[in-house]
Structures are given as C-alpha cells and as structure tokens.
C-alpha cells in the first residue's frame, strides 16, 4: 500500500527550540515536497526535492530547512522555530516522470510554536 | 505564475442534491489537475485526478471535468449525503517538476 509518513502528527514547541518533522514514502520516488496550510491562504509549497541530495525552494522557504539524503526521507527542519510557523505541514511525493500520477499526503502535523 | 481560484469559498445544499464545484486556473500549460477532500484537521484523500489530454473521469457520485483551453475543471457529486460535508480543493500540476497549485479550497456542508 502506497504511503507517505509523517511524524510526529502533533507538535507543540517553544519559540527557538529547533525540531524536525519527519517525512518517509515507500513508493521510490523521486519527488518529494513540503507544504503548509493555514486559514485563508490555503497550501502553499515550503521546499521540494527532484532527488537524492537535490532540493529547491518553494512559495515560502524562509525559516526552514530540508535534507533529502536517502531516497526515501525528506525531512523538515525549523532550526528556530517563531509563532508565525504554526500551521498544519504536509509532506508530498509523486512520480514526475509520469503525467497520468497523483500526488500522495501525508497525514499532516499540526505544529504549534508559543 | 499560476494561479487557481475556486469558487464559492462555502456552499452549504440540502442532502439529496446534486452541486457543482467550480476550479479555474490562469495558465492552461497544465500536466493534470487533481481533486481532493480535506476533513477538518486531517489530510487529504485524492479524489480525482484528470490529465491534460482528458476531458472527465468518474469515481461513483463524482465526476470531475476539465476544459483546459478555458482554464476550468468542475466536480460533480451526485446526490450528496452528510458525509459528504468536507473542504474540497483542486490543485493543478504545472510542470515536469512535480509541484502543485492549489486552490483555497470550497467548505461544503450537506445538511440532512
């Protein structure tokens, strides 16, 4: 069965305290993409990775970091977390050689920074 | 850039009824376009997914369309039941990349 996990699934954190939310896919490939959604702004792409040790900004990079050191984790990193991230994550992966694939979401994390 | 609008934001329809969803985006250059359900705080359920070169595709009470010269897909739910009740947002593939646009979403509640 095709998944993508994410964890943890709730998160509450103090403001500086650095975390990482985990992200791993069984599907081999290649993409994977980080969003956040918060109220009236909808999803809005955070960093993407076309493979291994590749990765490129999205819509809204500034406070987080990502490594894609294995095929299969794509990990998020906020090294100083501030209020203005808490927001529900999600991780993201699709085939891209393949126009007929969708995407698959994970779970989200529900990231609350005080 | 792309953009992707959908409206209305909130519908709220009687159960039995059939609604439409409305999805446009500015830049037809699309791979496909795709459907999902979001319940509140939980992740997102593909519903449909719709290549460029398609004109609909159907899962039971659904049917979603896609006119990409116009720069419009619509989903049909035939029907609708309580359940139904969700925020459904399309997002539109733009590229061999793989990144999605997505649109701000439409809150549908089907009152029994």
């Known amino acids: 069965e095709a998944q993508v996990t994410q964890n943890p699934r709730y998160l509450i954190t103090v403001t500086g305290k650095k975390l990482t939310v985990t992200c791993s896919q069984n599907?081999?490939?290649?993409?994977m993409s980080w969003y956040r959604q918060d109220p009236g702004l909808g999803l809005r792409q955070i960093y993407y990775?076309?493979?291994?040790?590749?990765?490129d900004k999205g819509d809204v990079p500034e406070g987080y970091k990502v490594s894609r050191k294995e095929k299969r984790n794509f990990p998020l990193i906020l090294e100083s977390p501030s209020p203005n991230q808490t927001s529900l994550y999600f991780c993201?992966?699709?085939?891209?050689?393949?126009?007929?694939?969708?995407?698959?979401f994970g779970q989200g994390t529900r990231l609350t920074v005080v | 850039k792309q953009e992707v609008t959908q409206i209305p934001a909130a519908l709220s329809v009687p159960e039995g009824e059939n609604l439409v969803l409305n999805c446009s985006f500015t830049?037809?250059?699309?791979?496909?376009l795709q459907w999902f359900r979001q319940d509140p705080g939980k992740g997102l359920t593909s519903l449909l997914l719709?290549?460029?070169?398609?004109r609909e595709q159907t899962s039971g009470r659904l049917n979603a369309s896609l006119d990409k010269s116009s720069g419009r897909s619509t989903l049909y739910i035939a029907a609708s039941q309580p359940g139904d009740s969700a925020t459904y947002l399309c997002?539109?593939?733009?590229?061999?990349?793989?990144?999605?646009?997505f649109g701000k979403g439409t809150k549908l509640s089907v009152k029994p």
């Open positions: 997002a539109v593939r733009g590229g061999s990349q793989g990144n999605l646009i």
């Open positions: 599907m081999n490939h290649e993409y």
């Open positions: 993201a992966t699709l085939d891209p050689g393949r126009m007929n694939t969708e995407a698959f």
């Open positions: 719709i290549q460029s070169s398609q």
């Open positions: 830049d037809s250059a699309i791979y496909n």
């Open positions: 990775s076309m493979n291994v040790e590749v990765t």
